[in-house]
């Protein structure tokens, strides 16, 4: 049996309405759930792209992406793992402002999780902290312990390959080749 994995599917696509749904239902029929969901536009102009991040096998995950990648409305779909990307979160914390000051100098939380803060008044205060999920959990755990948390949010995955560009514009470059050859 093998072995459930944390990984990375890069999708890439026109801003089509409704294309989400149809991504998820392939999902959904094969029992898996969603982790993290992160969509924005791409570095390429008109290109949207999807990170998504599920446990699953090899196997699946293979059949997924090829799944996804049938789609006519996607460009192109791609999975990976952790060592193959460069990848953070970002996370709001939203704290009580006399609790937090009450714990005196919040120099060394800010110092130690190198977090940023985004607002504070007399009543609350909302740090930032981009990093990975176990740094992002660390500090929600240690502040609920220490203080309380009002609020919290957590962004699902962004990533970045560790190639030199985008793996679409591999994908592009080598169809203009094709139809310059041809033609």
């Given at each position: 049996?093998?072995?459930?994995?944390?990984?990375?599917?890069?999708?890439?696509?026109?801003?089509?309405?409704?294309?989400?749904?149809?991504?998820?239902?392939?999902?959904?029929?094969?029992?898996?759930?969603?982790?993290?969901?992160?969509?924005?536009?791409?570095?390429?102009?008109?290109?949207?792209?999807?990170?998504?991040?599920?446990?699953?096998?090899?196997?699946?995950?293979e059949k997924v992406v090829q799944q996804i990648d049938k789609r006519v409305d996607i460009l192109k779909a791609y999975y990976s793992t952790d060592d193959e990307l460069v990848f953070q979160e970002i996370a709001l914390y939203k704290i009580a402002t006399n609790k937090l000051l009450a714990l005196g100098s919040i120099e060394e939380i800010i110092r130690k999780y190198n977090i940023q803060i985004l607002e504070m008044n007399e009543t609350f205060m909302v740090l930032q902290k981009t990093g990975h999920y176990k740094e992002t959990q660390g500090l929600f755990d240690e502040l609920k312990d220490s203080v309380g948390v009002l609020q919290f949010i957590r962004s699902g995955r962004i990533a970045i390959t560790k190639s030199k560009v985008e793996r679409l514009s591999d994908m592009l470059a080598s169809i203009e080749e094709k139809v310059t050859n041809e033609g």
């Open positions: 049996m093998q072995e459930s994995t944390l990984y990375t599917i890069t999708i890439f696509s026109e801003n089509t309405v409704g294309l989400l749904n149809q991504i998820t239902i392939i999902f959904t029929r094969r029992g898996i759930n969603i982790e993290t969901l992160s969509v924005s536009p791409s570095a390429i102009k008109g290109i949207h792209k999807f990170t998504i991040t599920v446990f699953s096998t090899k196997d699946m995950i």
